[in-house]
């Protein structure tokens, strides 16, 4: 599985941004893609993710209710929509496939694409 990731950039706290996360080759009718973020000195942090067979979404606290998560499965992307944009979501977000979801640790994720930066200006 191959990853790209688009999107990112510079906005204003209370500003929206939409990422995309296109996937190709090989896929799983059961696999999980998602999103982490990180900043310079601290771990991957797990943000959101959505399984393609139902579509359950799994999110981390403190985005819910301003990020959404969708999927298209022609092309298979997968959009983090993310509104009400905090100074503290500014990170590089790197979007992720996992064969099946199996926590919320970057380790337990097998595919990885490139990072995208997002800053939230103050």
């Known amino acids: 599985v191959q990853l790209q990731a688009s999107g990112g950039g510079l906005v204003q706290a209370g500003g929206s941004l939409r990422l995309s996360c296109a996937a190709s080759?090989?896929?799983?009718?059961?696999?999980?893609t998602g999103w982490f973020r990180q900043t310079p000195g601290k771990e991957r942090e797990f943000v959101a993710a959505?399984?393609?067979?139902?579509?359950?979404?799994y999110w981390t606290d403190s985005v819910k209710g301003r990020f959404t998560i969708s999927r298209d499965n022609a092309p298979k992307t997968h959009y983090l929509q993310m509104d009400s944009l905090k100074p503290e979501d500014t990170a590089i977000y790197y979007c992720?496939?996992?064969?099946?979801?199996?926590?919320?640790?970057?380790?337990?994720?097998?595919?990885w694409g490139q990072g995208t930066l997002v800053t939230v200006s103050s």
């Open positions: 992720a496939a996992a064969t099946r979801f199996s926590g919320r640790t970057a380790s337990a994720w097998q595919y």
């Open positions: 080759g090989r896929t799983f009718s059961s696999y999980t």
């Open positions: 959505i399984r393609w067979s139902d579509g359950r979404t």
